[in-house]
């Protein structure tokens, strides 16, 4: 039988045993690769554009030996999961639908969710929206959507580094482009806006892999037509939950004035900033990141809402 395209597990050479499966989510499953023990508390990771699972290959590890089962997905639409045909299947609510359909599936009551850029997003909203079934909240580079929507409407700065935005509400045209010269724009993209180094020509081998999925790329844009026909706005603005903001400092993307701004509206929120990182933080400064992650989930785990039992279970 011939292997299917995109980006698997056994694609990779991980350091910690983990394991590929698909995930009914409810209106689609998703693949994820998961690691770490099976009674450990759950943590989401959700990553951004134009990543997939691999994104967190870095913290598989370091997470599962902290005690966590870990969970990182291809989000809907992207490498090895469903990919429904329609903008309106790749709506800010349908995505942080899906964090509660893979909890739902594991038979998790709540679980910790850490995103990255568009993974962010999903995360802040999940708990926005979902706060029941949010142990804590980690978002790397994305603000709070409150944030960033006041941006998008007045800071000039920040319209110019989101420029790209509009181009991808072009029909057809960004799902043309972007093959070219064996996916020269977004290895651009990546590699040109991160330290130098930070991504291998493994690296991008993987992801190429991951783009090259019939379809992929095309449900991959559709997450930015869907949120601008859209234009959602959060039913509740406060995240009651422990929140981390994580963020590289020279982000070319995104202003980081916004990541202070967020914590404004986070009842327990901090912010871990590095002045070196870029938007790529995750990989640039994976031990740092990974250790202030794990911190910031055991200190979740000692909250008085989070208390063990008499036989010293903790809610999972």
Same mark, same amino acid.
């Given at each position: 039988?011939?292997?299917?395209?995109?980006?698997? &597990?056994?694609?990779?050479?991980?350091?910690?045993?983990?394991?590929?499966?698909?995930?009914?989510? +409810?209106?689609?499953? #998703?693949?994820?690769?998961?690691? +770490?023990? @099976?009674?450990? %508390?759950?943590?989401?990771? /959700?990553?951004?554009?134009? %990543?997939?699972?691999?994104?967190?290959?870095? *913290?598989?590890?370091?997470?599962?030996?902290?005690g966590y089962r870990v969970v990182a997905l291809?989000?809907?639409? *992207?490498? /090895?999961?469903?990919?429904?045909? !329609?903008?309106? &299947?790749?709506?800010?609510? @349908?995505?942080?639908g899906d964090v509660v359909g893979v909890a739902d599936a594991l038979?998790?009551?709540?679980?910790?969710?850490?995103?990255?850029? &568009? +993974? +962010?997003?999903?995360?802040? $909203?999940?708990?926005?929206?979902?706060p029941d079934r949010v142990r804590s909240l980690t978002a790397m580079n994305l603000p709070h959507p409150t944030v960033l929507a006041r941006?998008?409407? =007045?800071?000039?700065?920040q319209q110019l580094r989101s420029w790209y935005v509009l181009f991808f509400q072009l029909p057809k045209l960004p799902e043309l482009v972007a093959p070219v010269g064996d996916w020269a724009v977004l290895e651009r993209a990546m590699t040109g806006s991160a330290l130098p180094g930070t991504f291998s020509a493994a690296d991008l081998d993987r992801y190429r892999a991951a783009w090259s999925v019939p379809g992929a790329y095309g449900s991959?844009?559709? &997450? *930015?037509?869907?949120?601008? =026909?859209?234009?959602?706005?959060? =039913?509740?603005?406060?995240?009651?939950?422990?929140?981390?903001?994580? $963020? !590289?400092?020279?982000? =070319?993307? /995104?202003?980081?004035?916004?990541?202070?701004?967020? /914590?404004?509206?986070?009842e327990d929120g901090? #912010?871990?900033?590095?002045?070196?990182?870029?938007? $790529?933080?995750?990989h640039e400064e994976p031990v740092a990141v990974a250790r202030a992650v794990v911190e910031h989930l055991d200190d979740a785990w000692r909250t008085p809402n989070n208390t063990p039992d008499e036989a010293g279970h903790r809610p999972v």
């Open positions: 039988m011939a292997k299917q395209s995109g980006l698997s &597990w056994d694609d990779v050479e991980l350091s910690v045993e983990a394991t590929s499966r698909r995930i009914d989510a +409810g209106e689609v499953t #998703l693949h994820a690769v998961e690691a +770490g023990p @099976e009674d450990g %508390e759950l943590v989401v990771l /959700l990553h951004g554009f134009p %990543e997939c699972w691999y994104a967190w290959a870095d *913290y598989l590890r370091p997470l599962s030996e902290a291809d989000q809907r639409g *992207y490498n /090895l999961s469903d990919r429904p045909p !329609g903008v309106e &299947w790749y709506s800010i609510d @349908e995505l942080a038979g998790h009551e709540t679980a910790h969710v850490v995103g990255h850029d &568009w +993974g +962010g997003a999903v995360a802040w $909203w999940t708990a926005l929206h979902h941006h998008l409407r =007045r800071d000039p700065g991959m844009v559709d &997450w *930015y037509r869907a949120v601008v =026909r859209e234009r959602p706005r959060p =039913r509740a603005e406060t995240v009651d939950v422990p929140t981390l903001v994580v $963020w !590289g400092s020279k982000d =070319r993307f /995104l202003r980081p004035k916004m990541a202070r701004e967020s /914590l404004a509206f986070c901090h #912010l871990k900033t590095f002045e070196e990182a870029t938007h $790529w933080v995750h």
